[in-house]
């Protein structure tokens, strides 16, 4: 009996060749990368120009990548339009608000978690501290980016030059004091997803007249091991993409 003409050669695991090499392709661009070279995407990605040229064509056809005019390319908008839909059936509540509340348990501060949105952050998940005076901050709040922990860690996990961006992401986490309000501190760690692509940052935040700085460095260990259990949790197991930081502090 004939083969089907639409089979595809199997994967290992039963996966189509096809499919995982189109999806590595897509892979092959770097948070910050808006273009690669197609030598550069045969690179990456273990394919011959050949295929990953006929991939990409093939990719651009239901605008997942785009060609640009000098023949490098980049995502295209389908690939903006997964991502927003996965975000969108991102449950927060589910994932992230158990971790939330085990940081308000040991440290008894408010804590939350914020992910980028173009230049500024927004808390998209919140839990308040027992202490009748603490720092307040809505769910939904959208913040500056360059002002704050949780601003700055997601700034330096996102590719930043300079400083205080390089310090960040060798240690792998941040402290603010009266940076972006006077009187409220805060220490914030990275979170990743999958592929350790980052997702946000999470942190504790609440008065300076109770958050010293030896506070903040005391409760920054629990912070980081919170924001690694998670991100190791989402991620998967370490790999050559996992931020060399969170290898100091593995869970």
Known sequence: MRNDPTDEPAAAGGGVIAVTRAL????????????????????????????????????????????????????????????????????????????????VKATGESASFYVREGDIRACVARVEGPQSVRHHVRVGERL????????????AFSGAVGEPYESIREEGFQLSMGEREAEVSSVAAPVFGLNWRLLGSVCISGPSARLSKAKLMKHAKTVIRAA??????????KSAQTPRALSRWHP
Do not use: C
Not at 34 to 44: P, V
Not at 58 to 86: I, K
Not at 144 to 155: E, M, N, Q, S, Y
């Open 24 to 103: 590595s392709l897509m892979e092959a661009f770097e948070v910050g990368e808006s273009t690669l070279s197609l030598a550069e995407l045969s690179r990456r990605s273990g394919m011959h120009k050949t295929t990953a040229l006929r991939l990409a064509r093939t990719l651009a056809l239901s605008q997942y990548m785009v060609q640009a005019d000098g023949g490098q390319w980049r995502l295209g908008p389908a690939a903006g339009w997964l991502g927003a839909r996965y975000q969108a059936g991102f449950d927060v509540n589910r994932v992230v608000e158990p971790t939330l509340h085990e940081l």
């Open 144 to 155: 500056p980016l360059d002002k704050g922990a949780p601003g700055r860690v997601i700034l």
């Open 228 to 237: 690694n259990q998670l991100s190791y949790a989402l991620a998967g197991s």
